[in-house]
């Protein structure tokens, strides 16, 4: 008796199969979301280079000119940037390294961008796209690694060079709490997210293990059946 | 034994992808983070300046290089700037025209973007004159004079390289004009300016900019 009461599967015996199917849904939506960062990264790369060479080709001083920096930092930065994360997305899909560094990389590629725009203001929404791009993993701790470089970064350069950042020498110096607490405002929306689409997604393993075992007490039944009249 | 080997080896990987990520961001960090070579400016408007001051209202002169993509930000933080003190300010553009410029050399999308903005006056800085009499030796120096011809600002109007957004120059020269502040007489507000040369070295060694090579 006592047996039976500490085995939860004795109890529910759909429950195995439903963590199952549970953890190859969850597994195939990670799989699935590396696969689109992979190529998310190779895009991001590419418009970086582009973004570079129309706005900042040259660089000049008096009557001459060379290539602006910006363009090699596209170039050569951007892929830096993405050689490990698109490695891990290829050769270790799914694994939970490989959604951690997407999700510092793409901060950083938020860091490339708005600088290569020049700072525009309109850049910076690239940080917000891609916490709620990293939402489709449905894996809530992803968005920490970002938040954390988000943070991290207004926090040094708020430190050591405020006018970068802040556009003034002298801001107060819990002014990245201002700028990190919009990032987690938007965290805790994806995190509840996140936190419903797991359970959702447990529900949904639930109700097919429930299925599937009915079906297979509906065919045992209606094999016993057939066996029945075949043998009357 | 395989897995542990595997395992450094990929310790190995990440410490150098972190590497060299951090070095390249810190290479584009020192690019735009540079101030330019600083102006000399002069305590007064210079009196041989053929550019117009205002004798009611403050008067702002940038000088610019036409082609140079950093001072794209400058031109923005300009039309920011001229939106908030609403006439309070007359402001002269100076784009850099080389004589050994070919024609149009000037004629960029900085000089038609300046020319937009209104209470604006483009004009061409032919061989650098007004550069050479404001003493400015990078594009996107500003300088800013009070009605009387003393020098309240003088320095960039970005945060850094190319990067618009709040900047200490702009807000220094905004509270300038609405006279929420002061200059000292003799102690201009100052701040960095980030840009492109506006001279090549041996040019900009000429005019005292920067020091000859021996």
């Given at each position: 008796m006592s047996q039976v009461t500490s085995n939860p599967q004795a109890l529910d015996p759909t429950r195995?199969?439903?963590?199952?199917?549970?953890?190859?849904?969850?597994?195939?939506?990670?799989?699935?979301?590396?696969?689109?960062?992979?190529?998310?990264?190779?895009?991001?790369?590419?418009?970086?280079?582009?973004?570079?060479?129309?706005?900042?080709?040259?660089?000049?001083?008096?009557?001459?000119?060379?290539?602006?920096?910006?363009?090699?930092?596209?170039?050569?930065?951007?892929?830096?940037?993405?050689?490990?994360?698109?490695?891990?997305?290829?050769?270790?899909?799914?694994?939970t390294i490989t959604r951690f560094v997407i999700s510092v990389t793409q901060m950083l590629w938020s860091a490339l961008l708005i600088h290569l725009t020049g700072g525009r203001i309109e850049t910076h929404f690239h940080v917000f796209g891609s916490l709620a791009f990293l939402a489709f993993y449905r894996d809530w701790r992803v968005l920490i690694p970002a938040t954390v470089v988000v943070a991290g970064d207004h926090l040094l350069r708020?430190?050591?060079?405020?006018?970068?950042?802040y556009g003034v020498l002298t801001p107060n110096s819990w002014r990245w709490l201002e700028h990190a607490g919009w990032v987690i405002f938007e965290d805790i929306f994806l995190i509840a997210s996140c936190l419903r689409g797991q359970q959702e997604m447990r529900q949904i393993a639930q109700r097919a293990a429930d299925l599937n075992t009915a079906k297979e007490a509906a065919e045992a039944a209606t094999r016993a059946k057939s066996e029945f009249l075949a043998n009357m | 034994m395989r897995h542990s080997l595997r395992s450094a080896l990929y310790v190995i990987i990440g410490t150098g992808w972190?590497?060299?990520?951090?070095?390249?961001?810190?290479?584009?960090?020192?690019?735009?983070?540079?101030?330019?070579?600083?102006?000399?400016?002069?305590?007064?408007?210079?009196?041989?300046?053929?550019?117009?001051?205002?004798?009611?209202?403050?008067?702002?002169?940038?000088?610019?290089?036409?082609?140079?993509?950093?001072?794209?930000?400058?031109?923005?933080?300009?039309?920011?700037?001229?939106?908030?003190?609403?006439?309070?300010?007359?402001?002269?553009?100076?784009?850099?025209?080389?004589?050994?410029?070919?024609?149009?050399?000037?004629?960029?999308?900085?000089?038609?973007?300046?020319?937009?903005?209104?209470?604006?006056?483009?004009?061409?800085?032919?061989?650098?004159?007004?550069?050479?009499?404001?003493?400015?030796?990078?594009?996107?120096?500003?300088?800013?004079?009070?009605?009387?011809?003393?020098?309240?600002?003088?320095?960039?109007?970005?945060?850094?390289?190319?990067?618009?957004?709040?900047?200490a120059g702009r807000s220094a020269i905004l509270s300038l004009v609405l006279g929420l502040s002061s200059a000292p007489p003799g102690q201009p507000l100052h701040s960095p300016v980030y840009g492109c040369p506006l001279f090549d070295d041996s040019t900009a060694c000429e005019r005292g900019d920067t020091p000859c090579p021996r």
């Open positions: 195995g199969l439903a963590t199952e199917l549970y953890e190859t849904h969850q597994q195939s939506i990670y799989r699935r979301t590396d696969r689109i960062f992979a190529m998310l990264m190779a895009i991001q790369w590419v418009f970086g280079i582009v973004a570079a060479i129309f706005i900042s080709p040259r660089t000049w001083v008096g009557l001459t000119s060379h290539t602006h920096p910006h363009v090699w930092a596209a170039v050569f930065l951007g892929l830096a940037i993405n050689v490990l994360p698109i490695f891990l997305a290829l050769v270790h899909p799914g694994k708020g430190l050591y060079f405020p006018q970068s950042v | 972190a590497a060299s990520v951090a070095i390249g961001g810190w290479r584009l960090w020192g690019f735009e983070s540079t101030a330019g070579i600083p102006a000399r400016p002069q305590p007064m408007w210079p009196a041989d300046s053929k550019l117009a001051r205002n004798i009611a209202i403050p008067s702002l002169v940038l000088l610019i290089h036409p082609h140079c993509p950093c001072s794209r930000a400058t031109i923005g933080e300009l039309a920011r700037l001229m939106a908030d003190v609403h006439e309070k300010l007359t402001a002269t553009v100076a784009v850099l025209c080389p004589a050994a410029a070919a024609e149009g050399w000037e004629q960029t999308d900085l000089w038609h973007s300046a020319a937009a903005i209104p209470g604006v006056i483009v004009v061409a800085d032919i061989d650098g004159r007004e550069s050479g009499r404001f003493g400015a030796a990078t594009s996107g120096q500003t300088f800013l004079y009070a009605a009387d011809g003393r020098l309240l600002f003088q320095g960039g109007i970005t945060e850094s390289r190319g990067h618009s957004g709040d900047n």
